[in-house]
């Protein structure tokens, strides 16, 4: 129940999953919701990726909310962004009322996950990591087209 929807992204294979969100978000308008949220993390992920790139210092930042895109306008969210020099990640949180947001992107795939507005950062961090360390390797063959030969 901590985990309403994720969208996880292969570069090396080109290729996007997504969870299922029927259950959690059955109308059209929840659908444009969650649609809406992904596109602010990304957008973010972007914005924080293309500044990395142009080598601003810093090993970290705090990243203001998006006008109207996040995940609530009610001023109260808690938004949080890092990128590790070290590592190449980049990780982008945000939390509101309404549910809460988590990016993180390397060079070799991206994670936008969206979850209960009550889960702690550390859960969903923990979450994360088991999706993108475990489920996913072992789920590859299932979630992924892969053929050795090209098409």
């Known amino acids: 129940e ?10 090396p294979m080109q290729q996007i999953i997504a ?10 308008a929840e659908k444009a919701r969650l649609f809406q ?22 090993h970290g930042w705090s990243a203001g909310a998006g006008a ?8 109260g969210a ?19 009322s309404a549910a809460a947001l988590l990016g993180w992107s390397t060079k070799n795939w991206e994670l936008i996950a ?10 969903a961090l923990d979450i994360a990591q088991f999706l993108i360390k475990t489920w996913v390797p072992r789920e590859k063959a299932k979630l992924f087209l892969l053929c050795d030969n090209g098409w």
């Open 68 to 75: 109207g895109a996040g995940p609530s306008r009610d001023g």
């Open 19 to 28: 969870a299922g969100c029927e259950e959690r978000f059955p109308s059209r």
């Open 114 to 123: 969206v979850f209960s507005p009550l889960v702690s950062e550390e859960r």
């Open 37 to 58: 949220w992904q596109q602010h993390v990304y957008s973010q992920l972007l914005d924080l990726r293309i500044a990395a790139e142009a080598g601003e210092s810093g």
């Open 78 to 96: 808690v938004n949080r962004a890092a990128r590790s020099k070290r590592t190449g990640m980049i990780e982008y949180w945000q939390v509101s």
């Open 2 to 11: 901590e985990l309403w929807h994720c969208v996880f992204k292969s570069t």
